[in-house]
């Protein structure tokens, strides 16, 4: 879902209001919070039947593992859901920012950027990028560098610190590494990048 489908035909950032998409970020957000309450209690209900079936006979196991089975599928929908609400927020979160900065950056130029860029391609730029919490120069550097083609760029480094990310929780999970140590390594080779 996209700017289109949640504003209609209004899916020109020059159109879209700051209201509106105040108004989104707040649906968004309560949606998010249901989307991981849901999960939880699914995680929460895979872990009760898993311990249910310590100790039971073959049947009782069998039982619950197909009841275990379904909870995943679930809980996979679910968490799909959620990463697609949560591109919505970060779309919307950007837009309000950029509307915020409207008369800003008209001044320096950046809007007529803005307003030239297919919607499809603008909702694709400003779901990479994070403009909550930005000064206004490193806003303007930030949609600067999305239209100026250099996404591949910003989407490896935003690629590369996941990655490790998950590969640090892999090794504390497995027992490989303590989780101090992991977060020290990490965090040092992220503020080596900067």
Do not use: C, H
């Not at 130029?109 to 994070?130: F, H, S, T, Y």
């Not at 490989?176 to 020290?184: R, W």
């Amino acid at each position: 879902m996209g700017i289109r489908d949640v504003f209609g035909r209004k899916s020109t950032v020059e159109r879209l209001s700051l209201r509106e998409l105040q108004e989104e970020e707040i649906r968004l957000r309560n949606r998010l919070e249901r989307l991981k309450k849901d999960i939880n209690a699914i995680e929460k209900k895979k872990k009760e039947l898993f311990q249910q079936g310590i100790g039971a006979d073959k049947l009782k196991k069998k039982m619950l593992a197909q009841e275990i089975k379904s909870l995943d599928m679930e809980e996979k929908l679910k968490l799909k859901e959620f990463t697609t609400a949560q591109k919505q927020y970060t779309l919307i979160k950007n837009l309000i920012v950029v509307k915020k900065y409207e008369k800003e950056l008209r001044e320096v130029g950046v809007w007529d950027k803005l307003k030239k860029v297919e919607p499809g391609e603008l909702e694709k730029a400003l779901i990479r990028i994070n403009l909550d919490g930005k000064e206004f120069n490193e806003m303007v550097e930030s949609l600067n560098r999305v239209f100026e083609m250099e996404i591949a760029e910003f989407e490896e480094g935003e690629d590369e610190t996941e990655r490790e990310l998950f590969e640090a929780w892999a090794q504390v999970e497995s027992g490989e590494a303590e989780p101090d140590e992991v977060v020290e390594k990490v965090l040092k080779a992220e503020t080596e990048e900067e």
